[in-house]
C-alpha cells in the first residue's frame, strides 16, 4: 500500500471512529460546517463514502487530467441555496436516531476504506467529468477528512482531534491549491480553519497574514 493511500486510510478510520464516539445528544449539536448540525455533517460523511466507492469502480482510459492539487477548485463560500446542500439537512433528520445514522456511516465508510486499501494507487479513475490516478484521488480526500473531522468536533473540545500528520498533509494541500504559504506561526490546524473561513483571524493573525487576509477563505470544491 502506497504511503498516500495509507494516509487516507488512517485519516479516514481517524474521523469515522471519532463519528462513533460522537454521544447521541451531541448529534444536535452544531457543527463547524455554517448551517449544519453534526447530524447533518455525519449525513455528508455517508455521501462522501458512496462518493469514495462510486470513484474507485468506475476505471478510466484515457490520460490523467488532474492531479492530487487541481482536483479541488477554489469556489465561492456556500450561500445553503445549492439543491445538495439544502437536501442534507432534511436527508438527516429523516434517519430519526443518531445510532442509524452511525451504523449507515460504518457501513459504508468501511466499505469505502477497504476498497481503498485493495485499489491500485496507479490506475486510473473518473469523477466529476475528470481523470486522476487512484492515488491522486485518495491522496485528495485527506483535506476533505481533515476539515470534516475539525468540523465534527469544532464545539466538542475534549473530542478526539485529527492526527498531526494528517492536519499537516491538509495544510500542505491546502498551501497548494491556493498557490500560498501562510505565515509560520499558524499551526496547521489554524491554517486550515482560518484559511477556510471556519474561523475568523484575530487581529495578530491578520497582522501575520498581511495581504493574504484580504484573500481570504479559500473555499475548495
Known amino acids: 500500500m502506497s504511503d498516500r493511500i495509507e494516509l487516507f486510510s488512517r485519516s479516514w478510520a481517524a474521523l469515522r471512529a471519532a463519528v462513533a464516539e460522537t454521544a447521541d445528544e451531541d448529534f444536535a ?28 469502480v468506475t476505471p478510466a482510459a484515457t490520460e490523467p487530467t488532474v492531479d492530487a492539487v487541481t482536483y479541488w477548485n477554489l469556489v465561492e463560500p456556500p450561500t445553503g441555496d445549492d439543491p445538495l446542500d439544502a ?11 443518531p445510532g442509524l ?29 475528470q481523470v ?26 475534549s473530542a478526539a482531534q485529527p492526527a498531526a500528520e494528517t492536519l499537516a498533509a491538509a495544510r500542505d494541500s491546502l498551501e497548494k491549491i491556493a498557490g500560498t504559504s501562510f505565515p509560520a506561526s499558524f499551526s496547521d490546524e489554524d491554517v486550515l480553519l482560518v484559511g477556510t473561513g471556519r474561523r475568523a483571524a484575530s487581529e495578530e493573525e491578520k497582522a501575520a497574514l498581511g495581504g493574504l487576509a484580504a484573500r481570504l477563505p479559500f473555499v475548495v470544491g
Open 101 to 129: 445514522l452511525k451504523f449507515h456511516l460504518d457501513d459504508v465508510g468501511s466499505a469505502a476504506g477497504r476498497a481503498a486499501g485493495l485499489a491500485d494507487p496507479a490506475a486510473r479513475v473518473g469523477t466529476r467529468d
Open 29 to 56: 449539536l452544531p457543527s463547524g460546517c455554517a448551517g449544519w448540525l453534526v447530524r447533518d455533517l455525519v449525513c455528508h460523511l455517508v455521501i462522501d463514502a458512496q462518493d469514495v466507492l462510486i470513484t474507485l
Open 132 to 157: 486522476l490516478t487512484v492515488g491522486d484521488y485518495l491522496s485528495a480526500y485527506v483535506l476533505e477528512w481533515a476539515l470534516h473531522h475539525l468540523d465534527l468536533v469544532a464545539y466538542r473540545p
Open 87 to 97: 437536501l442534507i439537512p432534511r436527508l438527516a433528520a429523516a434517519y430519526g436516531e
